[in-house]
């Protein structure tokens, strides 16, 4: 009998022995019987996980994936998946190595290993969705304040510890005994499975991804990268007419719809994106958000915005048009995904009342089979209180939040996480805009004028929900996997570190402040915040004129959607429109929007002609377009201007 297999059914016996002298007397002996049977069927004891390579491969795959979600969140709103993408990565990477270094070959890179690495990678590749494509911009855009590098880098970091140590009580009761699917979880496990079989349809994946992202940082270049190499060339060579001649053969940020129609782009942003990310995004989103995208992107830019101009309530162009039509579009996302929140109330009270069976478990039960691989709730209780008072004294010393205020937040955030887990768990997907909208709504009452109160306090709510969510949907993966969830947790908590320190760096460099809201960087997520907090603070009588009453069709149309999304028979559904994709559609300009339509349609397409085609390389493509495109457009910004960036951010 092998070692590992010895101490499986040595750790399930001192569970047994333990659970025999505690008596059967409650629901308690059932989980313990569960507990007893995963650690001697599914539990992989000793097995090589939380190394050196696996840590260090993750921090800095997810650093990577960081800048590209920064890069791709500030152009859609969206943040795109991280764990699967970053599995691919890994077991290319050190498939190669096995190939090449001898000593890797004797020491393979194991499956579990795989699976702490992308623990931290997701970790790490989140970092942005914790506030640097929302609450940091959105407090730019409306106070004119710009964050240093050191306070985006605390304020970050503390908000996401605190995430990660919230789900510390909830792993036990959402995973263990109430089983929730996770289903993001569930394919990083099988994932994981085909890949390490050695299947060679996961093997031609990892090289699809690879391909994808040659062409798409071959797209950066041509766009971003071929005037100025021209430019430089000209120099180096004296003539500067032939790098004149090189840069106008590079790809335009954006192109017409049709030859003739340069004056509907410059007017009304109709046209194509010079980008294959939007493409490739559309791909991932799917049919129904590509379709509610363009629907979005033709009323508003095609229809409502010359009727504006024509009423002379905006001018032509995409800041004047924006900022009207970001007020429909905003009522609209908000009131739908607070409708589809509370439609939720079960998942609501089922969230709160495990706060009892939580407390009860810890208080009744002396002997736990799982105590020496379970994460302690000390470390819960620990980092909670270290990570929840960081946030209240950096809310005091950089934001001016009132102490009180600060601790408010840190238990509506806590309270808020669990709800945010248990939607997760059961639908995939995570609330995070309806938490920190919440948030914003409880802290328009409390303190109505404070803008940066209103923001900061719901980015506690947004990061933490956020990174929460992550971990439990990690650790799904590890329960069907067999691995330790305490060694799961400390690779999420170096996946925060490396993120915290890559990312915002990159985002320091990469943003120009003044671009934030336009065509080049729309920032959509920044602005509904924005809208939201400016709302809040000086009321509806300083909205645009005729803004009042389109926020209230936007708001009707978002929950009329919700509605015949809940209630509506399953065969109607899918020709519901999504409420987020229109309201997506009035904060970015029309040309992204109809790209992304492109790509959902060619997904689309592909699905029902060669299903076995877009099953295998749809997903694995497009996130090595994104990945590919986005790093090499953040390495060329860097290239241009990142000296005097660097020395103006540091200050040297």
């Given at each position: 009998?092998?070692?590992?297999?010895?101490?499986r059914?040595?750790a399930?016996?001192?569970?047994?022995?333990?659970?025999?002298?505690?008596g059967k007397?409650?629901g308690d002996?059932?989980?313990?019987?569960?507990?007893r049977?995963?650690?001697r069927?599914?539990?992989?004891?000793?097995?090589?996980?939380?190394s050196?390579?696996?840590?260090?491969s993750g921090?800095?795959i997810?650093?990577?994936?960081?800048?590209?979600?920064?890069?791709?969140?500030?152009?859609t709103?969206?943040g795109l998946?991280v764990t699967?993408?970053s599995?691919?990565i890994?077991?290319?990477v050190f498939?190669?190595?096995?190939?090449?270094i001898?000593?890797?070959?004797?020491?393979?890179f194991t499956?579990?290993?795989?699976n702490t690495?992308?623990?931290a990678?997701?970790?790490?590749g989140?970092?942005?969705?914790?506030?640097l494509t929302?609450?940091?911009p959105?407090?730019?855009?409306?106070?004119?304040?710009?964050l240093?590098?050191?306070?985006?880098?605390g304020?970050?970091?503390?908000v996401?510890?605190?995430?990660?140590?919230?789900a510390?009580p909830?792993?036990?009761?959402?995973?263990?005994?109430?089983?929730?699917?996770?289903?993001?979880?569930?394919?990083?496990?099988?994932?994981?499975?085909?890949i390490?079989?050695n299947?060679?349809?996961?093997?031609?994946?990892?090289?699809s991804l690879v391909w994808?992202?040659?062409?798409?940082?071959?797209?950066?270049?041509?766009?971003?990268?071929?005037?100025p190499?021209?430019?430089w060339?000209?120099?180096?060579l004296?003539?500067?007419?032939l790098?004149e001649?090189?840069?106008r053969?590079?790809?335009p940020d954006s192109?017409?719809?049709?030859?003739?129609?340069?004056?509907?782009?410059?007017?009304?942003?109709l046209?194509f994106e010079g980008?294959a990310?939007?493409?490739?995004?559309?791909?991932?989103?799917?049919?129904?958000?590509g379709?509610s995208?363009?629907?979005g992107?033709?009323?508003?830019?095609?229809?409502?915005?010359?009727w504006l101009?024509?009423q002379g309530?905006?001018?032509?162009?995409?800041r004047?048009l924006?900022?009207?039509?970001l007020w429909?579009?905003?009522a609209m996302m908000?009131?739908?995904?607070?409708?589809?929140?509370?439609l939720?109330?079960?998942?609501?009270?089922?969230a709160?009342?495990?706060m009892?069976?939580i407390?009860?478990?810890?208080?009744?039960r002396?002997?736990?089979?799982l105590?020496?691989?379970e994460?302690?709730?000390?470390?819960?209780?620990?980092?909670?209180?270290?990570?929840?008072?960081?946030?209240?004294?950096l809310?005091?010393?950089?934001?001016?939040?009132?102490?009180?205020?600060?601790v408010?937040?840190?238990?509506?955030?806590f309270l808020?996480?669990?709800?945010?887990?248990r939607?997760?768990?059961?639908?995939?997907?995570?609330?995070i805009?309806a938490m920190?909208?919440?948030?914003q709504?409880?802290?328009g009452a409390?303190?109505?004028?404070?803008?940066?109160t209103?923001?900061?306090?719901?980015?506690?709510?947004a990061?933490?929900a956020s990174?929460?969510?992550?971990?439990?949907?990690?650790?799904?993966?590890?329960y069907?996997?067999?691995?330790n969830?305490r060694?799961?947790?400390i690779?999420?908590l170096?996946g925060v570190?490396?993120?915290?320190?890559?990312?915002v760096?990159v985002y320091?460099l990469v943003?120009?402040p003044?671009?934030?809201?336009s065509?080049?960087?729309?920032a959509p997520a920044?602005k509904v915040?924005?809208?939201?907090?400016?709302?809040?603070s000086?009321?509806l009588e300083s909205?645009?004129?005729?803004a009042?009453?389109a926020?209230?069709?936007?708001?009707?149309?978002?929950?009329?959607?919700?509605?015949l999304?809940?209630?509506?028979?399953?065969?109607?559904?899918?020709?519901i429109?999504?409420a987020t994709?229109?309201?997506?559609a009035?904060?970015?300009?029309a040309f992204?929007?109809i790209?992304?339509?492109?790509g959902?349609?060619?997904?689309w397409?592909?699905?029902r002609?060669?299903?076995?085609?877009?099953?295998?390389?749809?997903?694995s493509?497009?996130s090595g377009l994104?990945?590919?495109?986005?790093?090499t457009?953040v390495?060329?910004?860097?290239w241009?201007?990142g000296?005097?960036?660097?020395?103006?951010?540091?200050g040297?």
């Open positions: 009998m092998s070692s590992n297999k010895k101490k059914k040595a399930a016996k001192r569970g047994a022995s333990g659970h025999a002298s505690q007397s409650s002996d059932a989980v313990t019987i569960e507990a049977r995963w650690l069927d599914v539990y992989q004891g000793d097995v090589q996980q939380l050196v390579r696996s840590i260090v921090m800095l997810g650093a990577v994936m960081s800048v590209s979600n920064l890069y791709v969140g500030l152009k709103g969206w998946g699967i993408t599995c691919i890994a077991f290319g498939s190669a190595l096995e190939r090449l001898p000593a890797y070959k004797k020491n393979p499956i579990l290993e795989n690495m992308s623990s990678a997701s970790a790490a989140y970092m942005a969705s914790a506030g929302s609450a940091i959105a407090l730019y855009l409306t106070t004119g304040r710009l240093t590098w050191w306070e985006m880098m304020w970050l970091a503390a996401s510890v605190l995430g990660v140590f919230m510390v909830l792993k036990r009761q959402l995973i263990n005994i109430d089983q929730l699917p996770f289903p993001s979880g569930i394919a990083t496990a099988e994932t994981l499975k085909s390490h079989s299947d060679p349809v996961s093997l031609r994946k990892a090289k994808g992202a040659v062409v798409g940082a071959l797209i950066a270049f041509w766009r971003d990268g071929l005037a190499a021209g430019a060339l000209g120099g180096k004296s003539r500067p007419e790098g001649s090189i840069g053969a590079a790809l192109l017409p719809l049709f030859p003739g129609a340069q004056s509907l782009l410059e007017r009304y942003t046209g980008s990310i939007m493409v490739a995004a559309g791909a991932i989103m799917g049919i129904r958000v379709v995208l363009l629907l992107a033709v009323f508003y830019y095609g229809l409502l915005g010359p101009v024509e309530i905006a001018e032509p162009g995409y004047s924006v900022s009207w039509t429909p579009a905003t908000v009131c739908s995904s607070m409708l589809a929140f509370a939720r109330w079960r998942t609501v009270v089922r709160f009342s495990e009892g069976a407390l009860r478990q810890q208080k009744g002396r002997i736990d089979p105590a020496d691989i994460v302690p709730m000390s470390w819960f209780v620990g980092g909670t209180v270290v990570a929840g008072v960081a946030c209240v004294y809310g005091h010393a950089w934001f001016n939040i009132t102490w009180w205020m600060g408010l937040a840190v238990v509506a955030t808020l996480s669990i709800v945010a887990a939607a997760t768990g059961e639908t995939d997907v995570t609330p805009g920190g909208k919440i948030t709504l409880m802290y409390i303190a109505p004028s404070n803008i940066t209103n923001l900061m306090t719901a980015s506690i709510t990061g933490a990174h929460s969510a992550d971990l439990l949907t990690d650790l799904k993966t590890g069907l996997l067999g691995a969830p060694k799961q947790t690779g999420q170096f570190f490396a993120g915290t320190l890559f990312c760096p320091g943003v120009d003044t671009k934030i809201g065509v080049e960087m729309p920044a915040w924005a809208g939201v907090a400016k709302m809040l000086s009321g909205l645009p004129r005729g009042v009453l926020m209230a069709i936007g708001a009707v149309v978002g929950c009329t959607i919700t509605l999304e809940e209630y509506l028979p399953a065969k109607y559904k899918r020709w429109p999504s994709g229109l309201g997506i009035g904060v970015i300009p992204n929007a790209s992304m339509f492109l959902a349609l060619f997904a397409l592909l699905a002609t060669k299903p076995q085609i877009d099953e295998r390389y749809t997903v493509v497009s994104i990945a590919g495109e986005s790093l457009g390495a060329i910004i860097l241009m201007q000296g005097g960036m660097i020395k103006s951010i540091f040297f």
